[in-house]
């Protein structure tokens, strides 16, 4: 551990930031980790973006579930993103749950958890939020900003924002937009939230949270996470009990015992609101729409390098998106170095062991330096 | 017309049922529509079997939405399935909701509604319900077992179960078993439904019914019913107000509006027990396991010739479930011929307008007769 502070949940008080959505958040607060030394010219910096449901907890325990960081393969001493060379910066996005300003906050308006009343927030506006950070820890430019699925989008948001202060931008199994696929699952599950009496309109603070509508939604939304060949390697149809169907409407199969859990233990760490937030922020994002129709034109102004990666079984952001970012990174003039990996896991395989990833991201952010 | 009782409603009283489950349905009856006219012979009679959420309104409107029969442009006068030529015979599934018995039928041993009283079935209960149906018509050989989806289940399962009854079997978008996706998503529906307060362990017939949970149970299914690349093609990320984002969580996108609707309308014409015995009908069928673990076994007493066809985008029962049929259908010297064709709706283009379809199934019945 090069940083004694390693692990610990840290957050900072930013002031205000205006949104995109035309509303304003007068005190946002960011939590995050960083994990090994920033250099005194605090040129080593690397920021990681978390997808959806994840959060700060990159490289060390998380605090509720005592589960390791959710990307302790590739972050640490020796590994991939390598904490003895890098100084790596990891935020719960605004919107979330982990410590960062979400509609489970206080609203200073009112004293109470802003629930609903909180402004819908942006991929935009996380980075900007992210962006404070940096100013707050006294860093102008990062060696790379680096994420996977959502965070992959926040990487992208960056270059496009921001388009000095990165020299590296790696996008794993992402997408420049939502889809009207990605938006529909989105719908069903805030639809399941939102279906839950419990929810109340988001006013549930003091109460009993929509964990049953909760669990529906990260069901749904699992499955997309996972291809079917490996839902099918996995469990195929095998039966909890061995021994024959019990013709119910318990768990029979493995699949919906694995399922169901995936559900409930969602809702032990996630909080309802939050994930409607971020999943209108997801559906929201359309980074060529945000640049007069033409994706190109979002990295016109970037000084960066691009490593973008997808996965040949991820049929939730599938290769053809990378592709096209890949397009209009060329039409731009940016470089780009492009890998469609295999893998059995589908969307997941990002967050899964891959010694092809960890070259190319090894090997990428080394040529960066 | 030919049959002056064209889309009457009808039922029959077939007596008692043993199910593969263990249990016994003491009193089933079947509510079935007939189209064209059976000859003397009795030797003219296509039985079409039709899907999860489907009915006997075939080619007649609908009693309750008062919509087009669901398949009246591949079955009439002249049309494919030829009412000219054949006596069609649509009848609702057991476990249904559409007048054969199901979950929401009274159980005769309470006086009320059997709710999760009812048994679980089984694709084949199904087929034994249809084959004492076929005896109570006095016809002992269908020139046709027609289906799609969970009936083209049917339409194996009638070929493994009652060889010497059919001479021929068309088989659309369909598989001889469950995948672990596909049990996932209904488990997904599944559970929307039962945390739905209102649902109240089934017995929700003299109150309010669970139509919140069924509403998210469908959204999640229709989406695995039609094509990414449909999704885009028809609604892409179109908002609803054309002119901005609102920046809230009613329906922004063309597609969640749809979703929604999809959703609602579904909870006017179906009961949210029957969704939850069919889906497990589905989810337990496993042609193979019901014969040694082969699935050619489950062919080699049929006397039938088989006509098997996928989608190109079907992604809920893709091309290799069907081309897995074909293999045990040659293993076991069944004639068959199999087709994949091309379409933008996945799923659902079994339902819809398709040319090459109607020429396949036109071709085939004529041949087979």
New interface residues.
């Given amino acids: 551990m090069t940083d004694p502070r390693h692990g610990l949940d840290r957050k900072a008080a930013l002031g205000g930031l205006a949104l995109?959505?035309?509303?304003r958040l007068d005190a946002v607060e960011v939590a995050y980790e960083t994990y090994g030394t920033l250099n005194p010219q605090a040129s080593n910096a690397i920021l990681v973006c978390h997808a959806l449901t994840g959060d700060q907890h990159l490289a060390s325990a998380h605090p509720r579930t005592g589960k390791p960081g959710w990307w302790v393969r590739m972050v640490g001493p020796g590994k991939p993103i390598d904490t003895d060379r890098w100084f790596v910066i990891c935020s719960n996005v605004i919107g979330s749950c982990l410590g960062s300003s979400g509609p489970a906050s206080i609203d200073p308006a009112t004293g109470r958890p802003y629930g609903?009343n909180f402004?819908?927030i942006t991929i935009r506006d996380m980075v900007r939020a992210q962006a404070m950070l940096l100013d707050h820890l006294g860093i102008e430019t990062l060696t790379a900003v680096v994420g996977g699925s959502m965070g992959g989008m926040q990487a992208l948001s960056w270059a496009a924002t921001f388009p000095d202060r990165l020299r590296a931008c790696v996008v794993l199994a992402s997408a420049a937009?939502?889809?009207?696929?990605n938006?529909?699952?989105h719908?069903?599950g805030?639809?399941?939230i939102?279906?839950?009496?419990n929810w109340a309109n988001g006013a549930y603070y003091d109460g009993t949270p929509p964990t049953?509508?909760l669990?529906?939604a990260r069901?749904?939304a699992h499955?997309t996470y996972?291809s079917?060949a490996g839902?099918?390697a996995?469990?195929?149809?095998s039966l909890q009990n061995r021994t024959a169907?019990t013709?119910?409407?318990d768990?029979?199969?493995q699949?919906?015992s694995y399922?169901?859990h995936q559900?409930l233990s969602f809702t032990d760490r996630f909080d309802a609101n939050s994930y409607?937030y971020i999943t209108?922020a997801l559906?929201?994002f359309?980074l060529a729409?945000e640049h007069g129709g033409h994706l190109a034109n979002a990295f016109r102004a970037s000084k960066a390098r691009f490593c973008v990666v997808s996965f040949d079984t991820d049929?939730l952001y599938p290769t053809p998106e990378s592709r096209s970012i890949v397009h209009a990174l060329n039409a731009a003039g940016a470089p780009a170095s492009f890998v469609e990996l295999s893998s059995p896991f589908g969307h997941d395989a990002f967050l899964l062991e891959n010694p092809a990833l960890d070259r190319v991201i090894a090997g990428f952010l080394g040529a960066a330096a």
């Fill in positions: 995109d959505g035309g509303g609903m402004p819908v937009r939502h889809s009207a696929q938006i529909a699952f719908e069903v805030r639809q399941a939102m279906a839950d009496p049953a509508g669990a529906v069901m749904a499955i996972l079917e839902l099918t996995k469990f195929g149809r169907k013709f119910g409407f768990a029979d199969f699949v919906e399922l169901r559900g409607l209108r559906d929201y359309d729409e049929w």
